[in-house]
């Protein structure tokens, strides 16, 4: 059974830091894409980092680049995405999905809040 699970939200400060982590279980974790999303109410979802089949270039948006930090750890078919410098507009609903070859698997999704 595929499965998604992140882990690591809550309240913040703005300024302050969290680390969400994706472990995954099912699948062949180290063959495929892992990309992390966000999501506001009434807004499209919007891709915030994503990292390659077999690790490879990191991408960012630009939003976030020089703040936040994606890793992904084979070993432990965990995908991390360490938040720095958080700002109310942060605040999201955080998703990780794996992708190839047009299949893709969704997390259920993690509430970041950034508010003071």
């Known amino acids: 059974q595929v499965q998604l699970a992140e882990s690591g939200g809550g309240l913040v400060q703005p300024g302050g830091s969290l680390r969400l982590s994706c472990a995954a279980s099912?699948?062949?974790?180290?063959?495929?894409?892992m990309t992390w999303y966000r999501q506001t109410p009434g807004k499209e979802r919007e891709l915030v980092a994503s990292?390659?089949?077999?690790?490879?270039?990191?991408q960012y948006a630009d939003s976030v680049k020089g703040r936040f930090t994606m890793l992904k750890s084979d070993i432990k078919n965990t995908v991390y995405l360490q938040m720095n410098s958080l700002k109310p507009e942060d605040t999201a609903v955080y998703f990780c999905?794996?992708?190839?070859?047009?299949?893709?698997?969704w997390g259920q999704g993690i509430q970041v809040t950034v508010s003071s």
């Open positions: 999905k794996a992708e190839r070859n047009g299949r893709a698997y």
């Open positions: 990292i390659g089949i077999l690790g490879g270039r990191t």
């Open positions: 099912g699948f062949t974790f180290g063959s495929y894409a």
